[in-house]
Each structure stands twice: as structure tokens, then as C-alpha cells.
């Protein structure tokens, strides 16, 4: 069973950056992609950003383009999401997830197209 533990989430002031990291057990984590979708309060979860099995292609949602960066180090299973000049719309419970086809060229279509989440971990953006 694919288990998923992120970390990294806090309080912090507007401009900060933050690192979340989610450590993966359970999977041939080399063979998979791996996303970070967020939930704000009173919303629906929406994708953030998507990095495929190699680490040599990625994806982000408009809203987080150029500020957001998603790595992986397939050494340690981790995938990591660095969150720089942070705005309080960011404020969100931040999910790492584990894509459920093997080998994917690129970000799935949709949500449901991953198998396994982890916990959440809460980021506040104060103002």
C-alpha cells in the first residue's frame, strides 16, 4: 500500500518561502510521477504542480507558475514543493500525490488520476 507523509507546512508572512517535503513508501517511487494539489478553505482541491517519474519534466498551475518549484530525489522517495514570495491566496492544505499509471509523459487530466494522497499539511499566509 502506497503511503504518503508530507511535512514542511506553517505560519508565515507574506513574501516568505516555505519547503514541503512528502516521503513515499510502498511504491517503486522511481517509476511514478508525483503531483502537489491544495485545498482552501470553501474550495475544491485544485492541482499546483506535477513532476513525472525522471524528474526531467514538470507542470504548474497558472496560479503558481514561476514562484513554485516541485523536485524529486528518487534516492530518498521524496518529492519536494518550494513555495518562494508566498501570498495569502497560497494559504491552502497542501497535498502530496501519487500518480496511478507508471511511466506518464506528463501531469494526468484529472484528479482521480491519483492513487494515493498523503495527510495534508496546512500553510497560512499572513498579511
Known amino acids: 500500500q502506497v503511503q504518503l507523509v508530507e511535512s514542511g507546512g506553517g505560519l508565515v508572512q507574506v513574501g516568505d518561502s516555505l519547503r514541503l517535503s512528502c516521503v513515499v513508501s510502498g511504491s517503486s517511487f522511481s517509476n511514478y510521477g508525483m503531483g502537489w494539489c491544495r485545498q482552501a478553505p470553501g474550495r475544491e482541491r485544485e492541482f499546483v504542480a506535477y513532476i513525472v517519474a525522471s524528474g526531467d519534466k514538470t507542470r504548474y498551475s497558472a496560479s503558481v507558475k514561476r514562484r513554485f518549484t516541485i523536485s524529486r530525489d528518487n534516492g530518498k522517495n521524496t518529492v519536494y514543493l518550494q513555495m518562494n514570495n508566498l501570498q495569502p491566496a497560497a494559504t491552502a492544505v497542501y497535498y502530496c500525490?501519487?500518480?496511478?499509471?507508471?511511466?506518464?509523459?506528463?501531469?494526468?487530466?484529472?484528479?482521480?488520476?491519483?492513487?494515493?494522497w498523503g495527510q495534508g499539511t496546512q500553510v497560512t499566509v499572513s498579511s
Open positions: 500525490t501519487h500518480d496511478s499509471l507508471p511511466g506518464r509523459p506528463g501531469a494526468p487530466p484529472s484528479l482521480a488520476d491519483y492513487n494515493a
